[in-house]
């Protein structure tokens, strides 16, 4: 299996686990995201919702570039971009607050999933960005839309975007994207953030999401989102992100 979806008392787990790529997400990891947003709408008991990836290296490294790779012209990619946009947003929308556990680099579509979540928890030694200019595209699953409502500051959203690099933890901290920054067990680090939360009824957690939900849907977020899955699958048909992609995957080691 390339997810895993686990229950730990009222927190339900989802863990990319396909370490040898980088935790890459596939059309199966998109089928398990799926399958966690309905779990979690049928399940009134759960409180949190935790995103990570397998192993110490990789959170999620985006698109798996060895399938999304056969994606030529706009028609091509747009289905891809439009159904991992939409599941991701249904995702950012879940009922409950949502943890990017990022124990590992995220990067491309990996950082748009951390982006999404409500609170990221960073290793120190993680590293992230919104890498896909280096790949002559924009994010194409609703990263940007995201980062651009979430960050405080307008300016360091569109640096981080046009910039397309990945940012060490501390950088990210003081960008103001990662909520908090861990050493060591990313466990320890889950459970110290989750304390004084479980002190809380689950229904206070779930009326503040609401809100937040309610927020998205006044300002068409979800419009918003689809507008940016278009311009991706625009670019992505030009020849400059298919031979960066061909570069990468072409690279010697
Ligand atoms: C709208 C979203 C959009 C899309 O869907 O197209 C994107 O997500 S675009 C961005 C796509 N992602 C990337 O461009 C990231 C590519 N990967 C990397 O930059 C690095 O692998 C990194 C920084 C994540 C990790 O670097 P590290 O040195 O630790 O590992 P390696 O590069 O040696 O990679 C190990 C192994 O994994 C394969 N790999 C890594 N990322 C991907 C990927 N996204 N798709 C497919 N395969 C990936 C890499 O080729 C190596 O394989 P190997 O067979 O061992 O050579």
Same mark, same amino acid.
């Given at each position: 299996?390339t997810?895993?979806?686990?229950?730990?008392?009222?927190?339900?787990?989802?863990?990319?686990?396909?370490?040898?790529?980088?935790?890459?997400?596939?059309?199966?990891?998109i089928?398990?995201l799926?399958?966690?947003?309905?779990?979690?709408?049928?399940?009134?008991?759960?409180?949190?919702?935790?995103?990570?990836?397998?192993?110490?290296?990789?959170?999620?490294? *985006? @698109?798996?570039?060895?399938?999304?790779?056969? %994606?030529?012209?706009?028609?091509? +990619?747009?289905? &891809? #971009?439009?159904?991992?946009?939409?599941?991701?947003?249904?995702?950012?929308?879940?009922?409950?607050?949502?943890?990017?556990?990022?124990?590992?680099?995220?990067?491309?579509?990996?950082?748009?999933?951390?982006?999404?979540?409500?609170?990221?928890?960073?290793?120190?030694k993680?590293?992230?960005?919104?890498?896909?200019?280096?790949?002559?595209?924009?994010?194409?699953? *609703? @990263?940007?839309?995201?980062?651009l409502?979430? %960050?405080a500051?307008?300016?360091? +959203?569109?640096? &981080? #975007?046009?910039?397309?690099?990945?940012?060490?933890?501390?950088?990210?901290?003081?960008?103001?994207?990662?909520?908090?920054?861990?050493?060591?067990?990313?466990?320890?680090?889950?459970?110290?953030?989750?304390?004084?939360?479980?002190?809380?009824?689950?229904?206070?957690?779930?009326a503040?999401?609401?809100?937040?939900?309610?927020?998205?849907?006044?300002?068409?977020?979800? @419009?918003?989102?689809?507008?940016?899955?278009?311009?991706?699958?625009?670019?992505?048909?030009?020849?400059?992100?298919?031979?960066?992609?061909?570069?990468?995957?072409?690279?010697?080691?």
């Amino acid at each position: 299996m390339t997810f895993a979806i686990n229950r730990e008392e009222n927190i339900l787990r989802f863990t990319i686990k396909r370490p040898e790529i980088r935790n890459a997400i596939n059309h199966e990891v998109i089928d398990g995201l799926e399958k966690l947003v309905s779990t979690v709408h049928n399940d009134s008991t759960i409180q949190f919702v935790v995103i990570t990836g397998e192993g110490d290296e990789a959170f999620c490294s *985006g @698109g798996d570039l060895s399938i999304f790779h056969g %994606l030529h012209t706009a028609h091509e +990619a747009f289905p &891809m #971009l439009d159904r991992m946009a939409s599941v991701l947003y249904n995702v950012a929308t879940l009922p409950v607050p949502v943890i990017a556990l990022v124990n590992g680099h995220a990067v491309g579509g990996g950082c748009e999933i951390a982006t999404a979540c409500d609170f990221r928890l960073v290793s120190s030694k993680a590293k992230a960005g919104f890498i896909q200019g280096s790949l002559a595209i924009t994010s194409g699953w *609703g @990263g940007g839309t995201y980062l651009l409502e979430k %960050l405080a500051r307008q300016d360091i +959203a569109m640096h &981080m #975007l046009c910039e397309s690099k990945p940012y060490a933890a501390d950088a990210l901290l003081e960008k103001g994207w990662a909520t908090q920054v861990y050493d060591g067990d990313k466990e320890q680090a889950l459970q110290s953030f989750l304390i004084e939360m479980t002190q809380v009824e689950a229904s206070v957690h779930r009326a503040y999401k609401q809100m937040l939900i309610r927020k998205w849907i006044g300002q068409n977020l979800l @419009g918003q989102i689809k507008e940016e899955v278009k311009n991706c699958s625009l670019l992505w048909e030009a020849e400059e992100h298919h031979k960066a992609v061909q570069k990468f995957l072409s690279r010697k080691k």
